[in-house]
């Protein structure tokens, strides 16, 4: 069945540091893709979204691109803040449900 | 513009007992889908609902079950409680548009067993 399998965490960085969140994908056809974050005590936002190979999403300087022949979709960004310390989700979907990971946890520290 | 909106926010009950968890869709959303999430996990596809039917099922037992309603909000029962139970239980909405939907979360119930 689908799967997604994304980098364990939990994954600390220092404030502006560079960040990559790896996530790769296991499904038959090609799923949508999708990033969602996770506050403490909250429930999951869409981050960002890709539909089809080579599409690249984006969103509050968080990027995405959806490579179908690696069938990888890393979360990156260039200089992290202490407000993006969250769980990060990757998730597909191929039939309607969302198949997630296990979640990476990132701190960013002043 | 509301976005999802789940009740109650925690609940609290013994093992053997049942609940009731209620979710009201984003304006313009007709299918709700719920999730499973256990402490330090992803989320798990329960059910989705569409058009007041359960469209796909998750690998959960026959003790959830769900239900739609013609304003597209929805419940979902769980009977006969287990420890293992205890989680957040995410509602999330979503339309259709062409060959994609992107679903949209609430903030979710916090279910603890006892």
């Known amino acids: 069945g689908d799967s997604v399998t994304q980098m364990e965490g939990p994954v600390t960085l220092s404030e502006e540091a560079f960040l990559t969140i790896n996530c790769t994908y296991t499904a038959t056809g090609y799923p949508s893709l999708f990033w969602y974050v996770q506050y403490p005590g909250e429930g999951l936002q869409l981050l960002l979204k890709a539909t089809k190979a080579d599409d690249k999403g984006s969103n509050k300087g968080f990027e995405a691109t959806y490579r179908k022949e690696t069938t990888s979709f890393h979360l990156e960004k260039g200089s992290v803040q202490v407000s993006d310390s969250a769980v990060y989700f990757c998730a597909g979907r191929s039939t309607g449900k969302l198949i997630f990971g296990q979640g990476t946890t990132l701190q960013v520290k002043p | 513009d509301a976005g999802v909106t789940q009740s109650p926010t925690h609940l609290i009950k013994t093992r053997g007992q049942q609940v009731t968890l209620r979710c009201s869709p984003k304006?313009?959303?007709?299918?709700v889908s719920w999730y499973q999430q256990a402490l330090g996990q992803g989320p798990q596809f329960i059910f989705q609902y569409y058009e007041e039917e359960e469209r796909q099922r998750g690998n959960f037992p026959d003790r959830f079950s769900g239900h739609q309603f013609p304003n597209y909000s929805s419940e979902l029962n769980v009977n006969a409680l287990l420890l293992g139970d205890s989680a957040l239980y995410l509602c999330?909405?979503?339309?259709?548009?062409?060959?994609?939907?992107?679903?949209?979360f609430g903030p979710g119930t916090r279910l603890t067993v006892l």
């Open positions: 999330a909405s979503s339309r259709v548009e062409g060959h994609t939907d992107t679903q949209y």
């Open positions: 304006s313009g959303h007709d299918t």
